[in-house]
C-alpha cells in the first residue's frame, strides 16, 4: 500500500471551502484501494499577510517542495496588498520557485451545464489548452520600461528549452489522452508569420513532433485558434502556446464549457505538480457555501492521474475516472442546480451528491 503525501493550501475565501468539500471525496476514493492520502494543510494567502506578514511562510513552502502533490484553494483578497499596491499571489512564487512550467487548462463539456454555443456539437467539446508558464512575453513581468512618457516596451522570450519541454509536454499528454479514444492531435499556436520568437517556438514544436509519429502536429496562428474556439471547439484536442496567448486562450476556453466553478487546472513541471480550481478567492460569495466546489473536484482528479503516470499505480488512474464520470452524472441527472447558474444548490449540496455518487 502506498501512501500519497498530499500538501494542502486552502487560501482565502471560498478556497478553504471548496477544499473542504474535496478532501472527503477524495477519501472516499482510497477507502479500500491500493492506495492512501496523507493529508497536511498549510497556512497562506492574503489572510494570513494580514495576520502575519507572510504570504507563503518558508514552512509551507518546504512541505510543498517535500509533498507528492499540492492541491490549492485560492489566494488573494483584493483589499489585503503589498505596500507597492500590488495583490497577495503566493500561486505565482509557488509557479516560479518549483519550475511548474506547464498550465495545463481542460475545457470539457459536461453533461447537463448550460453552454454559451447553441450548436449541438458543443456538447462534444473536450480539449486541453497548455501554456507555457516560465517565458514568453510574461518573462518582461516587473522588467518592463518605460521610456520617459513617449514610450514603453515589454520583451517575449522564447528559449530552445522552455519550448522543447512545453512541446515535450504536450505530445505526452496527447498520447495519454489518445489511449483513452482522443484523437491525438497537438496544435502549436502561434504568430508565427510575424514574429522571430513565434518561429522560433514553431521550429523547435516541429522537431519535438517529428519525434512522435503516433500523434499528428499541427500549426493555428493565434488570431485563427481565437476564431475558431467559437466556430468549431469540437475539433481541437490538445494545444500548446506562448504564456501570454495561454492566459487568454484558457479563460475563452473556460468561458465555452460553462463557469468558473467548472473549470480545473494543473501547474505542473518535471518534479511537482500543483492542482487548483482556475477561479479566485471570489470575495462577493465566500463564506455563503454558495461555491460550486466541482472545479476543486476535478483538479483533484487530475492531480490524481498525474501521480498514477508518476508511480505507475494505475488504480489512482482509475480512481480519477471514477471522479470525472461520479461528476458526470450528478449534473447528467439535471437534479443539481449551481448557484452559479441561477439555481440553489450550494457546495454541500454539489459535493455531497458527487460523493453519495461514489
Ligand atoms: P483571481 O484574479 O484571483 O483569479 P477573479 O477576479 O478572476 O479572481 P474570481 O474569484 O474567480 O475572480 O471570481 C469571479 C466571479 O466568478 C465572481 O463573481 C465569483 O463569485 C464567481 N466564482 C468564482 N468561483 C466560483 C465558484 N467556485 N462557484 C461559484 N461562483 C464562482
Known sequence: ????????????????????????????????????????????????????GQALPEATFESARR???????????????????????????????????????????????????????????????IRESTEGLFASRGRGEVIGDAEARDTMVITRRGSE???????????RRKRRGRPGRVTCVDKANVFRSMAFFRKVFDEV??????????????????LDLVRRPWEFDVLVTENMFGDILSDETAALVGGMGMAPSGDIGDAHGLFQPCHGSAPDIAGEGKAN??????????????????????????????????????????????????????????????????
Open 209 to 226: 513532433a517529428a519525434r512522435h509519429p503516433g500523434i499528428e502536429g499541427r500549426h493555428h496562428y493565434i488570431d485563427a485558434t481565437a
Open 165 to 175: 519541454r512545453i512541446a515535450e509536454f504536450a505530445f505526452r499528454l496527447a498520447a
Open 293 to 358: 466546489p466541482t472545479a476543486t473536484v476535478l483538479s483533484a482528479a487530475m492531480m490524481l492521474d498525474w501521480l498514477a503516470d508518476r508511480s505507475g499505480e494505475e488504480a489512482l488512474a482509475e480512481a480519477a475516472v471514477r471522479i470525472e464520470r461520479a461528476v458526470d452524472a450528478v449534473f447528467a441527472s439535471g437534479r443539481l442546480a449551481p448557484y452559479e447558474f441561477g439555481g440553489r444548490d450550494g457546495t454541500r449540496a454539489i459535493a455531497g451528491a458527487i460523493a453519495s455518487h461514489l
Open 1 to 52: 500500500m502506498r501512501t500519497f503525501d498530499i500538501a494542502v493550501l486552502p487560501g482565502d475565501g471560498i478556497g478553504p471551502e471548496v477544499i473542504d468539500a474535496t478532501l472527503p471525496i477524495l477519501e472516499r476514493v482510497a477507502h479500500g484501494a491500493p492506495f492512501a492520502f496523507r493529508f497536511a494543510s498549510h497556512p497562506g494567502g492574503a489572510q494570513h499577510y494580514q495576520a502575519t
Open 67 to 129: 509533498a507528492d502533490a499540492i492541491l490549492f484553494g485560492a489566494m488573494g483578497w483584493p483589499a489585503i496588498r503589498y505596500a507597492d499596491g500590488t495583490e497577495i499571489a503566493p500561486q505565482l512564487d509557488l509557479r516560479e520557485r518549483l519550475d511548474l512550467y506547464a498550465g495545463v487548462r481542460p475545457a470539457r463539456a459536461l453533461p447537463g451545464i448550460p453552454l454559451p454555443l447553441a450548436d449541438p456539437r458543443a456538447r462534444s467539446i473536450d480539449l486541453v489548452v
